[in-house]
T-cell receptor
Framework: SQQGEEDPQALSIQEGENATMNCSYK?????LQWYRQNSGRGLVHLIL?????REKHSGRLRVTLDTSKKSSSLLITASRAADTASYFC???????FGAGTRLTVKP | DTEVTQTPKHLVMGMTNKKSLKCEQH?????MYWYKQKAKKPPELMFV???????INESVPSRFSPECPNSSLLNLHLHALQPEDSALYLC?????????????FGPGTRLTVL
């Protein structure tokens, strides 16, 4: 299975702090994507990183990919209460999502 | 228009009912997806349509029947469901169904089976 597995399962931080979530996967990939889901809603695409990329930025988001360790991390800097959501990584094969990290940002 | 719409938002049905979930996009995407999501779990892929043809069926029970009438519409017909089928059903679309595609998700239909 190429399913990603995120850790931690849950993360609670104060507004303004940084949040780091990790994703591990089992087989070789061409790319990995991160999505956000607000409670009970659809998922929103955040960022895609290709296997030949090591780091990618988008606004307050920074994603890294280490293909030798089969892992990726998502860093959200200067978090806001509106960042409260579940975050999923997904590998491209049949869009299998990991278990997700539930992030709570306290005002 | 970068929106995927789903109707209804909520659906309550009995185990003997027949109902349908609808999904629509007008982004010109040629791949559409159905996912099932239980509480505090990740979405699980059910079906993929690519260029209006069913390309992936993740061994979904026959009580779920997908239909893609045209490139903008995707239906999920429900019949003789079980209470354990209660979940959030998400529809998504992507430009071509390729491995680098970004998927655009609808808000989901919250289904309760009594």
């Amino acid at each position: 299975s190429q399913q990603g597995e995120e850790d931690p399962q849950a993360l609670s931080i104060q507004e303004g702090e940084n949040a780091t979530m990790n994703c591990s996967y089992k087989t070789s990939i061409n790319n990995l994507q991160w999505y956000r889901q607000n409670s009970g809603r659809g998922l929103v695409h955040l960022i895609l990183i290709r296997s030949n990329e090591r780091e990618k930025h988008s606004g307050r988001l920074r994603v890294t990919l280490d293909t030798s360790k089969k892992s990726s991390s998502l860093l959200i800097t200067a978090s806001r209460a509106a960042d409260t959501a579940s975050y999923f990584c997904a590998t491209e094969s049949r869009m299998r999502f990991g278990a997700g990290t539930r992030l709570t940002v306290k005002p | 228009d970068t929106e995927v719409t789903q109707t209804p938002k909520h659906l309550v049905m009995g185990m003997t009912n027949k109902k349908s979930l609808k999904c629509e996009q007008h982004m010109g995407h040629r791949a559409m997806y159905w996912y099932k999501q239980k509480a505090k779990k990740p979405p699980e892929l059910m079906f993929v349509y690519s260029y209006e043809k069913l390309s992936i069926n993740e061994s979904v029970p026959s009580r779920f029947s997908p239909e893609c009438p045209n490139s903008s519409l995707l239906n999920l017909h429900l019949h003789a469901l079980q209470p354990e089928d209660s979940a959030l059903y998400l529809c998504a679309s992507s430009p071509r169904g390729g491995t680098t595609d970004t998927q655009y998700f609808g808000p989901g239909t919250r289904l309760t089976v009594l």
